[in-house]
Structures are given as C-alpha cells and as structure tokens.
C-alpha cells in the first residue's frame, strides 16, 4: 500500500538506517561501535582509494591517508579519483571527496614518502599521537592498510607496524592486473612481511621478478576493486568482531585472541575466480630484530592466553 512505501522512505533517508540493520539482523552486536575506530591507509591508488570511501560510507570515526603522488590523468582507469581532480595530491583530492561523502569522518592527509627518513618518522609519530574520534579520544590507530604497489613500502610498513606492535593488513594487485591478495599481520603472532620471501600472489608469480624497467604494469578496475572490497570487508569484520577473519581468530573486547600462532592469507584470481588460501607462521629466523622481540613476547604471553581462551 502507498503508507508502507511511505514509511519505506523515511527509513532510507537516513543512510545509516541501513547498515544499522546489521544490528537488528544478528550480525554483529552494535554497528555504531564503527565510529570508535581509526584506520590509517598507506597508498591512497587504485586499491587505497576505494578502501577509503568504503569506509567512508560505513561511517567510521577518523582516517589517515598517505601517498606522495598526484592525481594523474592516466588514473582515471580506475575508481575513485575524477578528471577534475589531476593535480591535486592524492590525499587531498581524496579527503575532498571523502568529506563531501561523509562530513563526521575525521580525514588527516599525510603527503609523504613512507621510505624517506622524514617521511618514516612522520608515519611513525602519527600512528601513535593523541587522536580524536567522534566518540572516543585516545591515541593511535585501530589498524593499518597497506595498499602499495612496491616492496621497499611494504616493507617500510612492515617495520613501523613491528616497532608499534600494530595489527595491520597487507593488499596487492598483481601487475598483469588478474589477481590479487589480502593478508592480516599481528606482529609476533603471525608471519611479518620479511618472515617470508615477499608474498607471491595468486598467479603465483613474485611481483619483483615481473615489475621490469620500462614495463608498464596493467590495470583493471574491477581487480583493484575486488580486492579493496575484501580488505575492506575483512578490516569491519576484525573491527566490529563478526564473522570470521581467519579459521582462529576471536575477539574480546579490545583483545584479540589467536588461538594458534597462524593466520590466513587469501589470494583472487580473477580468470579462475578462485580464492586460494593459506596460513602463515612467522619465522624463528626472521631478519627482522623488531619482529623477533614481538615473537618472544607472544611466545612468553602463550600461557596466560591459552588458560584465557580456555576458560571462554
Ligand atoms: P601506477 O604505478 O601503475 O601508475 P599507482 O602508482 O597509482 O599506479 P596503485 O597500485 O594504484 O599505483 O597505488 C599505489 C599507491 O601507493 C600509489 O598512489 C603510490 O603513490 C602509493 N605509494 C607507493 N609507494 C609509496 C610510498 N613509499 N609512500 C607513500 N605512498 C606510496
Ligand atoms: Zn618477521
């Protein structure tokens, strides 16, 4: 009847009432706990971008973006970004759209190199200081993507997030463009990036050994797309505590518990539309001294969190 569409209508106006209804539906306990939490994104390109306004329009609290680019006329086969915006820096032209999008997210943009000495310390300092979130103050991120296209700045996160022992999840595209990969990393508990030789993805090729001199890497939107949708999609569900993030993982309150020392990276391959996964333990061996500390102190936190998820 024209009453119902009516009341249909006034639910949809607000833009919230929708995901709300995961609330109401049983799958997670309260949505609105999207607001407590801050998520910084590293490489605001093909993936980082849509990441961002993903997370844009599910309302959460505060975002850091980091890129050093600008906004180029060959990035318009992508999402995100629009022709009026070449020039721009990629962060500012994003928190342009962004606040538009959605004017409660707090947007910090952080034009910078993370592989530059200064542009490191920048990184460092600003995933640690005092931070307002709409409903929460406090400091820090809740979690970090890494959504760049290059070894030397993954590995630049890899770092920053083993000396903070910051949770943060890895993404890639491979440069022929049909597949791509998310992974989840909690320094100690899990491989770190340089634990294993850098991440094959699913087309099992290294990304160093194809990314050649003069070579231009393929793009497609829907690769780049897909895989943000993942990330995206796996950051609410470790974030809000639904679903599950990898077969072991729980949460509890602010804590998460990981019942084995293992944790899923997932692969796409567009042209078989299949989805390989696999765990990964970190490396005893690692070269990287602040991940051994981070490993000690998981192995010595062991028996406290395994009587933990005991008595659950
Ligand atoms: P292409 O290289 O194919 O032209 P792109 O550089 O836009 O595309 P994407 O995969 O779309 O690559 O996005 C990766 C993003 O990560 C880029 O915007 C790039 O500027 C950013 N990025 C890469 N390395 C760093 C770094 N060290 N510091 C900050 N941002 C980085
Ligand atoms: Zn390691």
Not at 40 to 64: F, K, N, P
Not at 90 to 110: C, F, G, H, M, R
Not at 148 to 154: G, I, K, L, P, S
Not at 187 to 200: H, I, K, M, R, S
């Amino acid at each position: 009847s024209k009453v119902e569409d009516m009341s249909a209508e006034v639910v949809d106006s607000n833009p919230y009432s929708r995901l709300m209804a995961l609330q109401r539906m049983g799958i997670v306990e309260n949505y609105e706990r999207i607001r407590d939490f801050s998520v910084a994104i590293v490489g605001i390109g093909g993936v980082g971008s849509v990441a961002a306004e993903m997370l844009t329009r599910c309302g959460i609290g505060r975002l850091l973006l980091y890129d050093y680019d600008k906004v180029e006329l060959a990035n318009m086969n992508r999402l995100f970004f629009r022709p009026d915006q070449v020039g721009l820096t990629k962060t500012d032209a994003a928190v342009q759209t962004l606040s538009d999008i959605n004017p409660d997210v707090v947007l910090e943009s952080y034009t910078l190199n993370i592989t530059t000495v200064t542009g490191f310390e920048t990184f460092m300092s600003s995933l640690t200081k005092k931070s307002f979130c709409p409903n929460k103050e406090g400091s820090g991120v809740d979690l970090v993507l890494s959504c760049v296209d290059n070894y030397e700045a993954r590995m630049a996160v890899n770092q920053a997030c083993n000396e903070l022992s910051q949770t943060w999840m890895e993404s890639g595209v491979s440069e022929d463009a049909v597949s791509g990969h998310i992974q989840l990393l909690i320094p100690g508990e899990t491989a770190c990036f340089a634990c294993a030789p850098p991440l094959v993805v699913a087309s099992g090729v290294d990304e160093r050994t194809l990314k050649r001199e003069g070579v231009c890497a393929a793009s497609l939107p829907t690769t780049m797309g897909v895989v943000a949708g993942l990330l995206v999609q796996n950051t609410l569900k470790l974030l809000l505590g639904f679903g599950q993030v990898s077969p072991y993982l729980v949460r509890d309150g602010d804590v998460f518990f990981i019942l084995l020392p293992e944790l899923l990276q997932m692969g796409y391959n567009s042209l078989k539309d299949f989805f390989p996964t696999m765990q990964m333990k970190p490396n005893p061996q690692c070269s990287n001294v602040a991940c051994l500390k981070r490993q000690e102190e998981y192995m010595l936190a062991k028996p406290a969190r395994d009587a933990a998820a005991k008595a659950k």
